[in-house]
C-alpha cells in the first residue's frame, strides 16, 4: 500500500485522480463531486469517486464495488474521524516514509554535477526522515555570523569579509539567479565541509552526522537570514539542522 504523505494543497488529490485514471480504481472522497470535476480539468476520466456515507454505510455498496482490485482513500484522517464518535488524537501506521522524487531543484546545477548531488540528497533523505522534499540545494559553505564591533567599519577581521562575501555570494545564487527570498517557515540543513586534516576513516564515519562543535546553529541560521535583509519578524517557523559533510552545502527543504 502507497501512502502519499504531503502538507495540504500539495498534489495528493491530483496523484490519487491519475493513479485512479491509470488503474480504474474508485476514489473514497469527502466531496466526490468535487474529485470528479477536478480530474475532469485535468482531462483524465475515473469512475466516479464515492463518498464516505456509501463506503461505510449501511447500503455496503461501496465496499462491494472495492473488493478484489481495491480502492483509493482520499485523506484518510477525515474517513476515520467519519468513522469514530470520539476525537481521533494519535494514530499509528505500519509501513515506511517514501520521500518526494521532485528533481526540480537540480535544474540550478551543472549536468556534470547532477548526479552527485541527486545521490547526496537521496542519503540525506534516508538518514533524515523528516526532510520530505528538497527545494533548494546552494553549493554553498555555511558561513556563521560574526560578533561585529564598530571597529569593524575600518578593520577587515577575516571572519567579517567571509560574513559578508557568504551574504552576497547566496544573495546573487538565491535572490538574483532563483527569484527565492526568505519564507515565513523556513526549514534548512546546513552542510558543514570537515577539515582536511581528517583521515579518510574519521570523514567516512562521521559523514552526514551532526555538527556539534561551534559555531551554533543560530550563528549559521542568523547569517543565512541576514542574507535576505535586516527584516526577518516574518520568519514565524522552521527546523535548523548542521551536519558534516564532504562539502559545504545549503538546503532548504519541506519538512514532513
Same mark, same amino acid.
Given at each position: 500500500?502507497?501512502?502519499?504523505?504531503?502538507?495540504?494543497?500539495?498534489?495528493? *488529490? *491530483?496523484?490519487?485522480?491519475?493513479?485512479?485514471?491509470?488503474?480504474?480504481?474508485?476514489?473514497?472522497?469527502?466531496?466526490?463531486?468535487?474529485?470528479?470535476?477536478?480530474?475532469?480539468?485535468?482531462?483524465?476520466?475515473?469512475?466516479?469517486?464515492?463518498?464516505?456515507?456509501?463506503?461505510?454505510?449501511?447500503?455496503?455498496?461501496?465496499?462491494?464495488?472495492?473488493?478484489?482490485?481495491?480502492?483509493?482513500?482520499?485523506?484518510?484522517?477525515?474517513?476515520?474521524?467519519?468513522?469514530?464518535?470520539?476525537?481521533?488524537?494519535?494514530?499509528?501506521?505500519?509501513?515506511?516514509?517514501?520521500?518526494?522524487?521532485?528533481?526540480?531543484?537540480?535544474?540550478?546545477?551543472?549536468?556534470?554535477?547532477?548526479?552527485?548531488?541527486?545521490?547526496?540528497?537521496?542519503?540525506?533523505?534516508?538518514?533524515?526522515?523528516?526532510?520530505?522534499?528538497?527545494?533548494?540545494?546552494?553549493?554553498?559553505?555555511?558561513?556563521?555570523?560574526?560578533?561585529?564591533?564598530?571597529?569593524?567599519?575600518?578593520?577587515?577581521?577575516?571572519?567579517?569579509?567571509?560574513?559578508?562575501?557568504?551574504?552576497?555570494?547566496?544573495?546573487?545564487?538565491?535572490?538574483?539567479?532563483?527569484?527565492?527570498?526568505?519564507?515565513?517557515?523556513?526549514?534548512?540543513?546546513?552542510?558543514?565541509?570537515?577539515?582536511?586534516?581528517?583521515?579518510?576513516?574519521?570523514?567516512?564515519?562521521?559523514?552526514?552526522?551532526?555538527?556539534?562543535?561551534?559555531?551554533?546553529?543560530?550563528?549559521?541560521?542568523?547569517?543565512?537570514?541576514?542574507?535576505?535583509?535586516?527584516?526577518?519578524?516574518?520568519?514565524?517557523?522552521?527546523? *535548523?539542522?548542521?551536519?558534516?559533510?564532504?562539502?559545504?552545502?545549503?538546503?532548504?527543504?519541506?519538512?514532513?
Amino acid at each position: 500500500m502507497k501512502k502519499i504523505i504531503k502538507p495540504r494543497a500539495s498534489g495528493k *488529490t *491530483t496523484e490519487l485522480i491519475m493513479r485512479a485514471s491509470e488503474e480504474w480504481l474508485y476514489i473514497v472522497c469527502s466531496n466526490p463531486e468535487q474529485v470528479a470535476n477536478s480530474a475532469k480539468k485535468l482531462g483524465v476520466d475515473i469512475p466516479y469517486p464515492f463518498s464516505y456515507d456509501e463506503f461505510v454505510g449501511h447500503n455496503g455498496r461501496g465496499r462491494r464495488l472495492g473488493q478484489g482490485q481495491g480502492v483509493l482513500i482520499d485523506d484518510a484522517e477525515r474517513l476515520l474521524q467519519y468513522m469514530c464518535d470520539s476525537p481521533i488524537v494519535g494514530m499509528s501506521m505500519t509501513g515506511s516514509f517514501e520521500p518526494s522524487n521532485d528533481e526540480s531543484y537540480l535544474r540550478y546545477h551543472k549536468i556534470e554535477n547532477q548526479q552527485n548531488i541527486k545521490a547526496f540528497v537521496s542519503e540525506i533523505q534516508r538518514r533524515y526522515p523528516f526532510v520530505y522534499k528538497v527545494r533548494h540545494f546552494f553549493e554553498i559553505d555555511p558561513c556563521a555570523a560574526p560578533r561585529m564591533t564598530r571597529s569593524d567599519k575600518f578593520k577587515e577581521r577575516d571572519c567579517v569579509m567571509k560574513y559578508f562575501s557568504f551574504r552576497n555570494r547566496l544573495g546573487y545564487e538565491a535572490y538574483n539567479r532563483r527569484g527565492y527570498n526568505l519564507e515565513g517557515v523556513t526549514h534548512v540543513i546546513f552542510v558543514v565541509p570537515m577539515p582536511a586534516s581528517w583521515s579518510k576513516k574519521k570523514k567516512d564515519e562521521m559523514f552526514l552526522s551532526s555538527h556539534l562543535p561551534r559555531p551554533d546553529r543560530d550563528n549559521y541560521l542568523k547569517a543565512y537570514q541576514d542574507t535576505f535583509g535586516e527584516d526577518d519578524s516574518h520568519v514565524w517557523d522552521g527546523r *535548523t539542522t548542521k551536519i558534516w559533510g564532504y562539502f559545504g552545502s545549503i538546503i532548504i527543504y519541506d519538512h514532513v
